[in-house]
């Protein structure tokens, strides 16, 4: 597509329940890279995904967070029994390869609140 | 461990101001660096890349600068207008991935 693509654009989710964010990166784009930006903070990395392996996924908060690509295309970040710190702004970006000499491309983002 | 810093943390002037915003950056082992704007409830736009063999990079009324040995880039805003109010914000392109500074909320009034 023409740019990278993220769904849903707004979530709600009620506390301990499972969510999905999805992510649809620019066709051709080798690299795929998670963030996540709470309410006041900065950006912070989670995960990146060369094709369908994940060399980093050091960023990752605990382990109710999951991600994976599927094809080397999209990917899902999954987020198991949410809590309330889980609030925040997804964001996926992706770039022809990991280190791309001509830089990142973001998505607009997925608005995630867990009331 | 790589740390971004950007001064000020927030800026409010007038319209028709030039502007000068600050990134610096701890560890000058960096690859490129990489301004973006960000407009409340939105994703990242990216503005300039400065690749690392280069100094400074172009478009329009934006002028950025990137010194590693000193650890540090400025973002200029020439002729600033109401719709340039968004957070700026730098990043390092760091072997795989970005790494953001803290970034400085920018408004322009009329």
């Known amino acids: 597509g023409a740019g990278v693509s993220q769904s849903p654009s707004n979530k709600v989710t009620e506390k301990g329940k499972d969510v999905e964010l999805r992510c649809d990166p620019i066709?051709?784009?080798?690299?795929l890279y998670w963030y996540r930006q709470s309410l006041g903070q900065g950006l912070e990395f989670l995960i990146y995904?060369?094709?369908?392996?994940?060399?980093?996924k050091s960023g990752l908060p605990s382990d109710r967070f999951s991600a994976e690509r599927t094809g080397g295309s999209v990917s899902t970040l999954t987020i198991q029994r949410t809590q309330q710190e889980d609030s925040a702004v997804y964001l996926c970006?992706?770039?022809?390869?990991?280190?791309?000499?001509?830089?990142?491309?973001f998505g607009s983002g997925t608005r995630l609140t867990v009331v | 461990k790589q740390e971004v810093t950007q001064i000020p943390a927030a800026l409010s002037v007038p319209e028709g101001e030039n502007l000068v915003l600050n990134c610096s950056f701890t560890d000058s082992a960096i690859y490129n660096l990489q301004w973006f704007r960000q407009d409340p409830g939105k994703g990242l736009t990216s503005l300039l890349l400065?690749?690392?063999?280069?100094r400074e990079q172009t478009s329009g009324r934006l002028n950025a600068s990137l010194d590693k040995s000193s650890g540090r880039s400025t973002l200029y805003i020439a002729a600033s207008q109401p719709g340039d109010s968004a957070t700026y914000l730098c990043?390092?392109?760091?072997?795989?991935?970005?790494?953001f500074g803290t970034g400085t909320r920018l408004q322009v009034f009329p």
């Open positions: 066709s051709g784009h080798t690299a």
């Open positions: 970006a992706s770039s022809l390869v990991a280190g791309d000499y001509y830089g990142y491309t």
């Open positions: 400065i690749q690392s063999s280069q």
């Open positions: 995904f060369q094709g369908n392996s994940a060399p980093d």
């Open positions: 990043a390092l392109h760091n072997t795989d991935k970005l790494i």
